[in-house]
């Protein structure tokens, strides 16, 4: 029978409860247990598709092409999942099927109500992704913080599923903040007290209770959190700051958490195996060299925008021994002033991740005609490729006005025009190219050293692409389309084999990367700055 960890957060949100979620699947695995995981996020967005990342973040995609909470990359990376978009569930999903399935008579006439109809569908999208994972454990994470309104039909669900799969199939886990008072140095407990009473009037008893806070908890505020918790002392655990995330498991187990975790669900005990993630950690905090990146984004002021392309920098920097130092550029301030872009020249590398629209765009073109000229490392996702191709045909090609019809539509050179089976859309929502595609690499470049396979899959998230009909004109000129789609007509990776290291892609490689696995376009970027800071003529991949 599988068994349900639910996790939740109080005093405020961002508390850290993915990462506990996360960290308790780790150590489940670390004793060779099976485990999924689900997010559940109560706005009333279907998905996370439409929203402006500095809204929520980064929008991630999952291989089947779902666009969901950027919660389940931290999944996929610390668990070393492909989870699905089914393992993201939302309001607007469950109320969306609610509704379809009163609209169709499928409640016999019934007054549909929160509950148990729409607490029913909440239970059943649950079990149906713990069912077909085939696992050991369902992890859900239950975002917002307890007390929002929006939250309370899932923590009804929840409170449901103890009843119905029993006590020893089920554990709560609530992740709360225990701030320091700066001017008395005190642990203040009374924030996650309430938050805890808050659960219980909702119907919940925490059985372990996570508290987050700066350093590790004294035996004070331990003893208080267990005894106004209405839990053993044994079952109150801290996640305190540390330098990396990864460390997060390994801080826990050593508090016992993962023991009391097992022993909690009838698991018999077995001794956990955290080599692999030690050895990462051990490579990420003890760098020999460092490199300092130019991100230039358009969603610089937030860091969550670009959390899954930060993680996989990071990824490729414990693999080459070197901190990797990301310093966030607004688009915007190249446009402004074009001469700003000598500051580039500080950096061993520039990165131009993807976007959406006009804003920033010519800045982040400034960016990368720079880089190219300069014959600085550079690496452009998605946006970043397209913008690249752009730069290329105007200052090496000739063609002043390139564009992407997404920036003019009436450009007389539309390098970048959108895929054809987009047009006449109206949906904005999961209606782009998305999930994994099959990609053909060109022997004897880049890309092929760097991926060592002829075929990979990697993930999508886009509607433009490059217009076939200057392909060959962009190739003339010295730019190489060294990875295609099988038919040939979608081009999926560009590289410059006269310089140092430039290397651009239309999919999203940070998805797939690991710990201990960086993704190859990503490591081949780290490398190459470092190489080129080393002195080195070209890169050693």
């Known amino acids: 029978m599988v068994k349900y960890v639910f996790v939740t957060g109080g005093v405020l949100s961002s508390v850290g409860k993915g990462v506990v979620t996360s960290s308790i699947g780790k150590m489940l695995q670390a004793r060779g247990y099976k485990v999924t995981v689900i997010k559940i996020d109560p706005y009333v967005n279907v998905d996370a598709g439409t929203m402006n990342p500095y809204m929520h973040g980064e929008v991630y995609v999952t291989d089947d092409g779902g666009e969901t909470d950027l919660d389940l990359g931290g999944y996929e990376r610390f668990l070393d999942l492909n989870l699905k978009k089914e393992n993201n569930i939302t309001t607007g999903m469950v109320y969306k099927e609610v509704i379809e399935k009163e609209r169709r008579g499928d409640f016999l006439g019934r007054c549909v109500q929160i509950v148990p109809h729409v607490t029913d569908e909440i239970k059943n999208r649950i079990r149906s992704v713990a069912e077909r994972s085939n696992v050991d454990v369902a992890l859900t994470e239950i975002g917002g913080t307890v007390g ?54 909702i119907g919940i008893q925490p059985d372990i209770i996570v508290a987050r806070c700066r350093k590790m908890i004294d035996s004070e505020a331990l003893r208080k959190i267990a005894l106004f918790g209405t839990i053993s002392e044994d079952a109150v655990f801290c996640s305190y700051n540390v330098q990396s995330i990864y460390q997060v498991p390994l801080i826990l187990d050593e508090q016992g958490m993962g023991e009391f975790v097992c022993k909690r ?71 402004q002033n074009p001469k ?122 886009h509607r433009f692409e490059v217009n076939l009909d200057y392909s060959e004109r962009l190739e003339k000129n010295g730019l190489t389309f060294s990875g295609r789609s099988p038919d040939g007509r979608r081009m999926e990776i560009l590289e410059q084999p006269d310089h140092f290291f430039f290397f651009a892609s239309q999919f999203h490689g940070e998805f797939k990367s690991r710990p201990g696995n960086p993704d190859p376009e990503y490591y081949g970027f780290v490398k190459a700055c470092l190489d080129r800071k080393l002195g080195k003529s070209k890169p050693e991949f």
């Open 148 to 201: 929002d309104i929006e939250g309370l039909p899932f923590l009804e669900a929840i409170r449901q599923m103890r009843l119905e799969e029993g006590y020893e199939n089920t554990l709560y886990v609530h992740v709360a903040l225990v701030p320091i008072l700066d001017v008395t140095k005190e642990m203040k407990t009374k924030p996650l007290q309430h938050s805890v009473n808050e659960l219980r009037r």
């Open 340 to 461: 700003e872009a000598e500051v580039l020249k500080e950096f061993d590398g520039v990165f131009v991740p993807y976007g959406f629209g006009p804003r920033g765009t010519e800045g982040k073109i400034t960016a990368i005609k720079f880089a190219r000229e300069k014959d600085i490392p550079f690496l452009g996702i998605c946006y970043g490729f397209q913008l690249a191709v752009i730069e290329f045909a105007r200052n090496v090609c000739g063609l002043k006005e390139a564009n992407s019809t997404e920036i003019n539509p009436k450009s007389p050179h539309p390098v970048i025009d959108l895929m054809p089976e987009q047009r006449g859309i109206e949906y904005k929502g999961a209606t782009m190219r998305l999930g994994a595609h099959k990609i053909i690499i060109k022997p004897d470049t880049v890309a092929y050293t760097l991926y060592k396979s002829e075929a990979i899959y990697e993930r999508h998230r």
């Open 265 to 335: 669900l009838g698991f018999s005990e077995r001794e956990p195996d955290f080599s692999e993630l030690k050895n990462f950690v051990d490579a990420a905090l003890n760098p020999e060299h460092e490199v300092r990146i130019a991100l230039v984004g358009k969603y610089a002021g937030l860091v969550d925008s670009y959390i899954s392309m930060n993680e996989a920098l990071r990824h490729a920097g414990a693999a080459c021994r070197t901190k990797v130092s990301i310093h966030y550029i607004e688009a915007e301030k190249f446009e």
